[in-house]
């Protein structure tokens, strides 16, 4: 058992182990640590489509939610000299998406490089969702790690994204903004090739090839397109086993930022020694 003695003092609190240390935190910040914060846009203007916001620590990740629709992609030529690269010749090609969802991670309101992209056959409507699981995008940029410990579930591909544009701006609406934005983007309007092959192990594109003949190919993806661009709704795509919540939890974890509310005297006498105050710059 656990004898720390922990009092609060006015605006203080203090902890004594039982060999007699001894320390000390402000109330406020146990508080700021000890619970989870209500949602805040934190005064952010929401681009249209962004459905859950979460914060923990210094990471906000957000949630975007594309209606199924039917997209023109830059999609690799079958002859084309080289998988990916500048040699990468490509061709336009007309597919539907089901419900496309993109899981956006910013540092200080600064796009990250972990993004994650799902698709879904039915709209958000709860963030727990057992019934409704995340599934795997059958998309050429979106890279399957083996083993996943550690990292990305599906993975965007960002390496020749320019940041130099937005990263810098002062104003955290516009960087969180135009972080999202340049995001989309590269997943949606940047060419579709084998990267994800040759340098992660996989995409979830090749991954889902035999989920369902209608989707085995890029050509039998367009002419299914063609007939019914709805068709997406019923394709049985890969299940990641995992709610919103349970993949937003899991990209917190990666970041060393668990969900660790204190449920003991142990607890918060660890925090409490722990405790480092913000040095001033």
């Not at 309101?109 to 039915?122: A, D, I, M, P, S």
């Not at 057992?130 to 940029?141: F, I, R």
């Amino acid at each position: 058992m656990d004898t720390t003695i922990i009092t609060i003092e006015g605006q203080t609190v203090r902890a004594v182990s039982p060999e007699g240390q001894t320390a000390s935190m402000p109330l406020s910040e146990l508080l700021n640590q000890s619970t989870e914060p209500p949602p805040d846009s934190g005064g952010v203007i929401l681009c249209n489509g962004i459905r859950l916001i979460y914060s923990r620590g210094p990471m906000t990740i957000v949630v975007h939610e594309t209606p199924p629709r039917v997209h023109l992609f830059d999609w690799i030529a079958k002859h084309s000299p080289a998988r990916h690269g500048p040699r990468t010749c490509y061709r336009p090609v007309r597919i539907a998406l089901p419900y496309l969802i993109v899981i956006a991670m910013f540092e200080q309101y600064r796009l990250g490089r972990r993004n994650e992209c799902f698709f879904r056959v039915e709209p958000l409507s709860d963030q727990n969702g057992e019934d409704s699981p995340l599934l795997y995008p059958a998309l050429l940029n979106c890279s399957k790690f083996s083993p996943p410990d550690g990292k990305p579930l599906s993975w965007i591909c960002t390496a020749e994204m320019d940041r130099s544009v937005w990263a810098q701006r002062g104003d955290r609406n516009q960087r969180l903004r135009a972080g999202l934005r340049a995001l989309l983007h590269c997943l949606l309007e940047t060419g579709f090739n084998y990267s994800s092959e040759d340098h992660e192990g996989s995409s979830w594109f090749t991954e889902s090839r035999r989920v369902d003949p209608r989707v085995a190919t890029v050509e039998d993806w367009m002419a299914a397109t063609e007939q019914d661009p709805l068709f997406v709704l019923s394709v049985p795509w890969l299940k990641t086993g995992m709610s919103i919540r349970q993949v937003v939890d899991r990209i917190f974890i990666n970041h060393g930022l668990p969900r660790d509310r204190p449920v003991s005297n142990a607890d918060l006498a660890r925090r409490i020694f722990n405790y480092r105050p913000t040095q001033p710059k």
